[in-house]
Structure formats: structure tokens, C-alpha cells
């Protein structure tokens, strides 16, 4: 993993975009993370820096479900971002969740983590995994079928969040 990388991270949360940088440092792979607060601010960016294709965008899992599709169609409306992997970032991800997501037209799925080491763990392992080639969904049932696997995957983000707070308050 010696060649540096360009990353575009979309979260609305400053401290896991910092959490982010922190664990790009410590995997001495980064060129430059660029962050956005959100995806209209996101494509202006790209739109405004031709010159600085990056090599993976990593999408905040919370954010509006129709902002989502949206994002992934204009992206890959722009030529040279067509094969740019988009990664799914979420609080959880399991590997039976990997199917949903591409075909939402997302490359993987990161779990976010609250571990700075973990992060950089599965950050490592991404970036030394082969991803497959980008699916582009078709437009018509794209975004239906994206806004039905996202509030299922969701769901289960969300459960698995509260169940150990759930634990904590039976103790």
C-alpha cells in the first residue's frame, strides 16, 4: 500500500471526518481527504476541481436516503468520476449486507468505528481489496429499491445501536 490516495468523505459529523484524517494519517496512504458536510456541496466541489479526481468517496450511511441515488447519479454522470468507488460508511456493516449495497450502486460498506485503530484496520483492508467493477443501477427503480434496502439496512444500523444501551439499563 505504498501509493497515496485521494478520499472525499460526505458526513455532516466534524469529529468522525477528524476520526477519519487521524486514521488516514496512521496508514500513511493519504494524498488528501477532502471532506463535505453533505452531497449537493460534495458534486459542487467535484464539479469546481476537475484536476482532483479522488480515488475513493466514502458516503455518510445517515444521511437523507434520497439524497443518496441522487449523488450516485449525478457522480456518475461526470466522466471521470464513473468508476470512482463509492463506499457505504455506516455505523454497522455485516457482509450480508454487501449484495444490497451494490446494487444500490455503492462499490462496499465501511462500519464506522469509535476505535481509532479499528478504523484504520478495516481502512486497511479496503483499500487492499480489489473491488469490483461499478454498478450503475438503472434509473427507474434505482432509487425505489435503494430507499427500501437503505430503511431495512437502517433498521438494523439502528437496532444493533441500541442494544447495548438496552443491556445497560437492565443491569
Given at each position: ?52 479526481p ?42 450480508e ?6 446494487e444500490?450502486?455503492?462499490a ?24 469490483q ?39
Amino acid at each position: 500500500m505504498s501509493e497515496k490516495i485521494i478520499s472525499l468523505l460526505i458526513d455532516p459529523d466534524r469529529d468522525r471526518r477528524n476520526q477519519f484524517y487521524l486514521a488516514l494519517d496512521l496508514l500513511n496512504v493519504s494524498k488528501a481527504c477532502i471532506s463535505q458536510d453533505n452531497t449537493s456541496k460534495a458534486l459542487d466541489y467535484l464539479k469546481k476541481h476537475a484536476g482532483l479526481p479522488p480515488d475513493y468517496i466514502f458516503l455518510d450511511s445517515l444521511l437523507p436516503s434520497d439524497e443518496a441515488p441522487h449523488f450516485l447519479r449525478e457522480l456518475r454522470k461526470i466522466k471521470r468520476l464513473k468508476q470512482v468507488p463509492v463506499i457505504w460508511y455506516a455505523p454497522s456493516f455485516a457482509p450480508e449486507q454487501q449484495q444490497a449495497i451494490r446494487e444500490a450502486g455503492f462499490a462496499a460498506g465501511l462500519a464506522k468505528q469509535s476505535d481509532l485503530y479499528k478504523l484504520k484496520g478495516n481502512l486497511k483492508v479496503l483499500f487492499q481489496s480489489e473491488l469490483q467493477e461499478i454498478v450503475v443501477p438503472d434509473e427507474a427503480s434505482a432509487a425505489t429499491r435503494f430507499k427500501m434496502k437503505m430503511k431495512e439496512m437502517l433498521l438494523q444500523t439502528q437496532s444493533l445501536l441500541e442494544a447495548p444501551e438496552h443491556l445497560l439499563t437492565h443491569s
